[in-house]
């Protein structure tokens, strides 16, 4: 075959080849990736967030948002993180890069709201004052949404 | 990493709680979009076209059991390093798809100016697809990655579709305008099944991740009904293979359908929900894919005999055409011979070479007047055969029909009285004008119709009666001879036709006169035909002209 003439193939292949292993790398092997996950939050205490439990928001649940490196995750909880109290909180010897959201009415106004199937939208604010647990003096807080 | 909120799969992609179209969506598309890109591929590696199609199968495919994955598996590692090749092959289904359009219309490979196109617009989805433009991390509550997704690389992606769509409706469009009728089906057939395939494929799927992002949508189920386009897609490409034999395939129309009720009857499994449904689905595919069987053999068997007819029939057409051209090629050098002969006799007779005896003229005469008749004879297979061809040409002219059967009844007189028979003559009560080739007409049409009831009456008389029948010219010659047999009637206007009787009473027929008589009388308009009681009980010949 000549080279010139199946180039784009070859390059084609090549490339995928190429990003298929620097992908496998980054998150199968040094895992380089941020989780997000819903940690505890004591209600009394810190501004939470609610989230519902089913779809009709009968039950509901406080949690804060945190931010971790996926390989510090592996490294303080393993595979299975139901049960490991490490994950709920940005430990300061530990976490170089965690970020732990309270939800913060003037900031996240209408995150701290309680959602459900009829008044989906409406906000209702959480009187406590907002606060920020992180490790890393540069981390700002989250804008995007999560949905429940 | 274990999402802690859902259940691990079972067999890698069977979990609870999924969309019950789930599988339904992915796993007959990945079945039908296999079979068919290989089956293609297989009966035709070396079209390019082919090979493109396989891309595509094979990219779709991919997509769809990644796709799978991501809804069934709970592990943050592994899903985020499959999400992040998804979107390459989705740039390759987009890319791969205006590949393939371009070179299915246009029947050539692209240019390698087109496939650095084709590079550029492909290369930030791949470089970037590792990296946190595409993906940055993994939301352990939901399970997935829609938190963390590239905003442009996400756009960039449902850009390249909504660039193979329009780029591709260019393309057919303009090659629709300047091909040929044909070809128009076979681009409106795939145009069609593709761009359902791209506007299904991006559009749903795309939407799903839009509605959802934007709060819209809580459920991306709605990209599941997005995977419904490729079936579609591969069932135009069957209709094209079935009607068009595209890609240099064949296949029949019974194999496609009967192939497509198999996989729609198993799809079916992907919804049974208790053992009483798959036994019920098992049991009807197995029927089912029985009777298919049966039904594609005796079709393809019926296939192979009628190809089978059709090929010995046109390898007698060219034999028939050979044997014509050697008949032709025979008669004219033996006819050349017999007028050179023909020559020399009469110029003996005429007393070209000075007095001669008696009965070396007679000699001369007797060998003149056999050569003219083995001329004639000649001229007769010639004029057949040149008639069979079609490349006759008749002088046409206005002329006196009755005028012109009244000379040749005159001639025939005396070929009539030498056998004993009376050949009576009744013409029109008016003047019968007919347009064409009165040599023609006179020599091969009258006389010999004329003289074929001589030579088949044995005695009693011939009657040759002219009239007008409406805006016809009509000549009913009738005789007291043989007569004709049912049988025989069936044979007497064809190429070498003879009767079983007839033969014994003249020897010397060639089989041709009646043949010639029917093709001028057809091509000038008119019609012949005979009637008789049977055997032994005389005949009628009718011939008629339009009047001029």
Redesign the interface.
Known sequence: MKFREY??EY??VA??LL??V???A???VA?D??????AECDAATSSCFIGCEDDECLSTYYYALI?KP?AD??AQ?G????DCESINHCLPTNDTNCVKFYCDPDIDGELCEIITAENFGVVETIPEAPSIEHTDATTTPRE????L | ??C?YFPEPTFFIFAEGVPELLYYSHIPAIVVALLVGLFVFLNARHLLLSRLLLVIALSFSLWCSINLTLWTNV????L??SW??LR?LSSLISIFSIYFIYVFLYEKDVS?KL??V??AL??PM??L??TDWN????????CDAF??EGFWYKYYYVSLGAIAMIWILGLLVHRYRTTTADFRKQIVYMGLGIELFLFLFFTLVFLASYL?DI?LF?DSRIELYGLFGMPIFMAFIAALIVRFKTFNVGMLAAQALVIALVILIASMFTFADNIYNVVLIGVTLVLTGAIGLVLIRSVKKEVKQRELIEKQARELEIANAQQENLLHFMSHEVKGYLTKSEAGFAAIVEGDYGDVSQDLKGMAQMALTEVRKGVSTIMDILDASNMKKGTVAYKKENFDFGKTVEESVNDLQESAAARGLSLQFHPAAEVLTINGDKDKIARHVIRNVIDNSIKYTEHGSVTITLSKQGDLAQMLVEDTGIGITPEDMKHLFTEGGHGKDSIKINVHSTGYGLFIAKQIVDAHGGKIWAESEGAGKGTRFIVQFPLS
């Open positions: 180039f784009f390059s084609l490339l995928i990003v298929v620097v992908g496998y980054r998150f199968m895992r990736y941020v989780v997000a996950y819903e931010e996926a995750v592996y909880c595979k299975y993180i139901a995007d949404i999560l949905h | 990493m274990i802690p592990n943050s590692d592994s985020l390093f992040s090749f390459i390698p496939k650095g084709f590079l492909m290369l791949i470089l697809a590792p993906v940055a991390g993994f939301d352990l509550t939901n938190l963390f959802i709060g809580k």
